[in-house]
């Protein structure tokens, strides 16, 4: 049997934003992220069809977008409300 190597296209949106930690602390975090899809047999719209580059754009922008509107937590925070977890459960 001969195995079949199928490549499929990448569709992908990078994405940036600078956002104030939410932890309080008055520090930016600036961060990337890439939004990929691929177009293969399996990638169907609602309506079950497989989607083309002009499909999974939009829904890759609208996941940028989400993603833009999240807040963000810089490390020191997170370290520290770990820590504060900790804390209180012990
Ligand atoms: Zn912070």
Redesign the pocket.
């Known amino acids: 049997m001969r195995t079949q190597r199928i490549v499929f296209e990448k569709v992908s949106v990078k994405a940036n934003k600078t956002v104030k930690?939410?932890?309080?602390?008055?520090?930016s975090r600036r961060l990337t992220k890439k939004f990929t899809q691929t177009i293969n047999p399996f990638n169907k719209t609602k309506a079950g069809v497989v989607k083309t580059r002009e499909d999974i754009y939009p829904e890759l922008h609208a996941a940028a977008a989400k993603w833009k509107e999240q807040p963000e937590?810089?490390?020191?925070?997170?370290i520290d409300a770990s820590k504060g977890q900790r804390r209180s459960r012990s």
């Open positions: 930690c939410s932890g309080g602390c008055g520090r937590t810089c490390l020191h925070c997170r």
